[in-house]
């Protein structure tokens, strides 16, 4: 099974800085990583998926980088260039490339500071 | 607009059994994948089982393979978890989830129910 890693598991910011999350799978996952938003008391919200596809609706402050252009690697960030209230929450990353098995990250909260 | 609505969860003593349920409408429900998804309060997300559009493709995280089947009747557009053989660490918020991908698609969530919580007693 893939395993992913994400780091750190929390941290501290203040409104208007840049915010990195990374996400490291066990193998190669070719791009194959979704990103989701959780509130406190709410539902998972996807936010990109092939590792860098925003959805629609979704801030354009968000942003995702890949495993590169030949899809071998195996690292991935979420980053948010400037930090808003409303960004406070937890962030999953979740990998679909060893399909029927889907395997999320620990999770990422992102807390005031 | 889409709607995910699960029911079923409860209070069940471990060894025992739980069906839940996912009414789901405003979208073409034979037209994707669907999972289960579920958290245990402050704690991560897990996924826990999906199964394809024509129920042709089905997966189970390890912690329940042989314990729960999921199911769908794409006439009635819902989805449906059977669990059986229930421990303490099956004790979770149960999310159902649409799949992003239409058809042949098999990969991440889109639209989240509300969850139903299951709580297993030892």
């Known amino acids: 099974d893939i395993q992913m890693t994400q780091s750190p598991s929390s941290l501290s910011a203040s409104v208007g800085d840049r915010v990195t999350i990374t996400c490291r799978a066990s193998?190669?996952?070719?791009?194959?990583l979704a990103w989701y938003q959780q509130k406190p008391g709410k539902a998972p919200k996807l936010l990109l998926h092939?590792?860098?596809?925003?959805?629609?609706?979704v801030p354009s402050r968000f942003s995702g980088g890949g495993s590169g252009s030949d899809y071998t690697g195996t690292d991935y960030t979420l980053t948010i260039s400037s930090l808003q209230p409303e960004d406070f929450a937890t962030y999953y990353c979740?990998?679909?490339?060893?399909?029927?098995?889907?395997?999320f990250g620990g999770g990422t909260k992102v807390e005031i500071k | 607009e889409v709607q995910l609505v699960e029911s079923g969860g409860g209070l069940v003593q471990r060894g025992g059994s739980l069906r839940l349920s996912c009414a789901t409408s405003?979208?073409?429900?034979?037209?994707?994948?669907m999972h289960w998804v579920r958290q245990v309060p402050g704690k991560g997300l897990e996924w826990v089982s999906g199964?394809?559009?024509?129920?042709?493709?089905?997966g189970y995280a390890d912690s329940v393979k042989g314990r729960f089947t999921i199911s769908r009747d794409n006439a009635k557009h819902s989805l449906y978890l059977q669990m059986n053989s229930l421990r303490a660490e099956d004790t979770a918020l149960y999310y159902c989830?649409?799949?992003?991908?239409?058809?042949?698609?098999?990969?991440?969530?889109?639209?989240w129910g509300q969850g139903t919580m299951v709580t297993v007693s030892s």
């Open positions: 193998q190669v996952i070719s791009n194959s």
């Open positions: 979740q990998q679909y490339y060893s399909t029927p098995l889907l395997t």
């Open positions: 199964i394809g559009w024509n129920s042709g493709r089905i």
């Open positions: 989830a649409k799949d992003f991908s239409p058809r042949y698609g098999y990969s991440g969530f889109d639209m």
């Open positions: 092939a590792a860098s596809i925003l959805e629609y609706g």
């Open positions: 405003g979208f073409t429900f034979d037209n994707y994948a």
